[in-house]
């Protein structure tokens, strides 16, 4: 017996019939033909499947799409135009960021998602600087946030990407590519 969602994917909307088990990543793939988010461990260990959900970063494998009922979705080919390459895509190719290209789409939702929470002053389990005495963020689960951005260093962007895999092993540009977008140097 199927149940309606409403989903909000990279800007159009869709209302779909889906199975309750079903998956965010499996609704993308199989039943909108958005091949953006691959699949490949599909345990939330390898981040191949990552999207941003209302602006968060998630791994779209470990959630289930009725719980999203009326959740923006954005994948990687969300953050690009139509015609061109967004300023994180230009990136990941100035620095050679990928090789196979396979857990690409899910570094640079990832990416984008480090970007905005460094912006916003969310720290990291290896932020150095204590967080503001002003208690948890929005919501109950949120950590602490910085009163400033928190600056990307190398380490910094190694722990927060941490949780997405590249087999090829271009963990350097990646880095790098980071780097560039936030605007420092190496560190």
Do not use: W
Not at 18 to 25: G, K, S
Not at 88 to 113: E, K, R
Not at 144 to 169: A, K, Q, Y
């Amino acid at each position: 017996m199927g149940h309606p969602v409403h989903l909000v994917i990279d800007g159009q909307e869709h209302a779909l019939t889906l199975d309750p088990r079903t998956t965010l990543l499996d609704a993308l793939r199989d039943h909108l033909g958005n091949t953006s988010p691959k699949k490949g461990c599909d345990h939330g260990q390898c981040g191949a499947c990552t999207v941003l959900v209302d602006g968060r970063r998630m791994n779209s494998c470990l959630l289930l799409a009725v719980t999203l009922d009326g959740a923006e979705v954005t994948t990687s080919d969300g953050l690009a135009g139509a015609d061109e390459l967004s300023e994180l895509h230009q990136a990941f190719l100035d620095n050679d960021a990928f090789q196979c290209g396979y857990c690409t789409p899910g570094q640079i939702c990832s990416a984008a998602g480090v970007l905005q929470e460094a912006a916003d002053g969310r720290p990291s389990v290896i932020t150095d600087d204590p967080p503001r005495a002003d208690g948890p963020g929005p919501e109950q689960h949120d950590p602490p946030e910085f009163d400033r951005p928190v600056e990307l260093t190398d380490e910094e962007i190694r722990e927060r990407m941490s949780g997405n895999l590249c087999r090829c092993g271009a963990y350097v540009g990646i880095v790098d590519a980071l780097r560039q977008l936030a605007g420092q140097e190496q560190r």
